[in-house]
Nanobody, 123 residues
C-alpha cells in the first residue's frame, strides 16, 4: 500500500485548507484511515480518523468542530478539511492506514504512512 498526501501550504489564521491522501496498491474496504501531525520538537499527534466501510469519524480534541475527515471510495482517497486554522495547527501532516477496527489514536497502531505534507498557518 502506498499513500500519497498532498494539499498542504501556507495560509493565514482563520483560513482553510483541504488535504488529500490517495491510496495506491489496494482498496481500503476494511481499513481505518487516519491523519496525524507533527510539529517541530513535538510528538506525532492524532488529528482524525475514518473507518472506510462504516464511515464513522473520530477527532482529536484540538481539532473538533474545525476539521472534518471524509472519504471518496471511488477515488480511494481520504480528505481532511481544515477550517478556522490557527498558528498552532502548523505541522507536517501525515496520512496513515491500518487494517481493521478499532480506531486508534496511537500512531504506532498504523501500518502504512504517506510522506507528509507541510501546513503553515501565519498569524
Amino acid at each position: 500500500v502506498q499513500l500519497q498526501a498532498s494539499g498542504g501550504g501556507l495560509v493565514q489564521a482563520g483560513g482553510s485548507l483541504r488535504l488529500s491522501c490517495k491510496g495506491h496498491g489496494r482498496t481500503f474496504s476494511r481499513h481505518v484511515m487516519g491523519w496525524f501531525r507533527q510539529a517541530p520538537g513535538k510528538e506525532r499527534e492524532f488529528v482524525a480518523a475514518i473507518s472506510w466501510r462504516e464511515g464513522g469519524t473520530y477527532y482529536g480534541d484540538s481539532v473538533k468542530g474545525r476539521f472534518a475527515i471524509s472519504r471518496d471510495t471511488a477515488e480511494n482517497t481520504v480528505y481532511l478539511h481544515m477550517n478556522s486554522l490557527k498558528p498552532e495547527d502548523t505541522a507536517v501532516y501525515y496520512c496513515a492506514a491500518r487494517l481493521g477496527l478499532p480506531v486508534y489514536t496511537d500512531p504506532g497502531r498504523y501500518d502504512y504512512w504517506g510522506q507528509g505534507t507541510q501546513v503553515t498557518v501565519s498569524s
